[in-house]
T-cell receptor, first 113, second 114 residues
Framework: GDSVTQMEGPVTLSEEAFLTINCTYT??????LFWYVQYPGEGLQLLLK?????DKGSNKGFEATYRKETTSFHLEKGSVQVSDSAVYFC????????????FGRGTSLIVHP | DVKVTQSSRYLVKRTGEKVFLECVQD?????MFWYRQDPGLGLRLIYF???????EKGDIPEGYSVSREKKERFSLILESASTNQTSMYLC?????????????FGPGTRLTVT
């Protein structure tokens, strides 16, 4: 079956540092890929998505590129802020297939001033 | 914007009590989901529903049941709460057609069973 693997956290950075959170997936066909973010005490919200190979999703300074050759969708941000401290989930959905997503286990990001 | 609301943010119940968690979405989504979230385990799907009165078991349905009498409302029921059901419960919804099935989540209910 489908699976998503994320780097384990927590990832601890200083403000204005560069962020990468790795995500790789195993799936048949051509899934859509997502990053969700969960701020403390809240539910998840969609951060960005990409639906086909080489697409780049972006939002709030975060970016991720759909790399089919390496089955990856790494999340990056050039300069993190304290307010980016949250848990980040990588996920996939099969296009035209089940609408139940497959989630990674989440990566906690802690940004210090 | 899609809004998903959950009936309680925090809930404390005693072992053996019947517990109802309610979820309402306001964007006419066909699909609704209940997850529980535990440290180190990520999100685990309890039940989902793709239409009114329809329900399907997820990965961990034991000890839970659900009800969907109206399209906008999806209830999770703990028939007899136990301490191992202490967790964060998240409701989500999504469209069936014409989208990439991205999910919209409620704020969560942190349930403590004592």
């Amino acid at each position: 079956g489908d699976s998503v693997t994320q780097m384990e956290g927590p990832v601890t950075l200083s403000e204005e540092a560069f962020l990468t959170i790795n995500c790789t997936y195993t799936a048949t066909g051509y899934p859509s890929l997502f990053w969700y973010v969960q701020y403390p005490g809240e539910g998840l919200q969609l951060l960005l998505k990409a639906t086909k190979a080489d697409d780049k999703g972006s939002n709030k300074g975060f970016e991720a590129t759909y790399r089919k050759e390496t089955t990856s969708f790494h999340l990056e941000k050039g300069s993190v802020q304290v307010s980016d401290s949250a848990v980040y989930f990588c996920a996939l959905n099969q296009q035209g297939g089940s609408y139940i997503p497959t989630f990674g286990r989440g990566t906690s990001l802690i940004v210090h001033p | 914007d899609v809004k998903v609301t959950q009936s309680s943010r925090y809930l404390v119940k005693r072992t053996g009590e019947k517990v109802f968690l309610e979820c309402v979405q306001d964007m006419d989504h066909e699909n609704m989901f209940w997850y529980r979230q535990d440290p180190g385990l990520g999100l685990r799907l309890i039940y989902f529903s793709y239409d009114v009165k329809m329900k399907e078991k997820g990965d961990i349905p034991e000890g839970y049941s659900v009800s969907r009498e109206k399209k906008e409302r999806f209830s999770l029921i703990l028939e007899s709460a136990s301490t191992n059901q202490t967790s964060m419960y998240l409701c989500a919804s999504s469209l069936s057609l014409g989208t990439t099935y991205e999910q919209y989540f409620g704020p969560g209910t942190r349930l403590t069973v004592t």
